[in-house]
């Protein structure tokens, strides 16, 4: 009888051993996907990688819950030897992720409980949750399975749909002010809306730039120039003038 079992048991971990090893293999492809491969890749095919993982996770539960599989909870595991040194075969098994068996790491790999820091956040987060009343509680619900309705709803409708309410949302609401748009485009084409300003100050007779303007053309307004306490304000540079004066042309009544 005690041999049976044995054998049942050892089939049983070698079946699970072949299918986490199958979790494993996708695992491995899809994440090399998702490195290497992520500007080919499609949503439809991560949805078939999340398939496939999810497909096998559930076989794994199916074993697990399979009445001829043999109750792991029941199964002790007792490290018989325990050594600093590196050990080749352990190495080898784990894929060189647990290459000693010491001390220092067996309380990590059989430990059967969480830490005692999750714990205690375990504990902390009951405590919580038994303060909430009843109708806190049911509220909070209620809110809860709104939400993930509205948010099913949104997933369900068509993605025709979805960017039909989209465009009819980008053109019931512009993002600009159209009579903005076309003062500003016809301040700077046609000078629409712009003052016409002379400058301040006695007119000196017979100064290029400085004489009457004509009627409808562009005039010119002196502004402050900062500068040193050698510089008079109201008065422009030579260089200024120069191109002031070149770009007036045949304008200005001095120059004609």
Known sequence: MQQREEKQLEASVDSLISR????????????????????RLTWPSVL??????SGQLNTIN??????????FRNQVIIPLLLSPDRDEDLAKLTEQRVPVFSHE??????????????EEQEKQLSVEAARIGP???????QTLNKLCSNLLEKLNNPRD???????????????????????????????????????PGPVAPGHPGQGPMMSGGPT???????????????????S????????????????R
């Open 20 to 39: 986490v090893a199958h979790v494993k293999s996708a695992l491995h492809s899809f994440i090399y996907k998702l490195e290497n491969e992520y500007e």
């Open 48 to 53: 078939d990688n999340f398939a496939l993982l």
């Open 161 to 199: 749909e979805r960017d039909a309410e989209s465009a009819a949302i980008r053109q019931n609401k512009p993002s600009f002010n159209p009579a903005d748009t076309n003062a500003l485009v016809g301040a700077v084409a046609f000078g629409k809306g712009l003052s016409k300003c002379r400058p």
């Open 135 to 141: 109708e806190a509680a049911q509220k909070q619900i």
């Open 220 to 238: 010119l307004q002196q502004v402050t120039i900062g500068g040193g306490s050698g510089q008079q304000a109201g008065k422009i540079p030579s």
């Open 105 to 118: 790491i067996v309380p990590d790999y059989l430990r059967t409980k969480p830490d005692p820091e999750v």
């Open 240 to 255: 200024i003038k120069t191109n002031i004066k070149s770009a007036s042309g045949s304008m200005h009544p001095y120059n």
């Open 62 to 71: 199916k074993l697990l819950k399979n009445e001829k599989t043999p109750s």
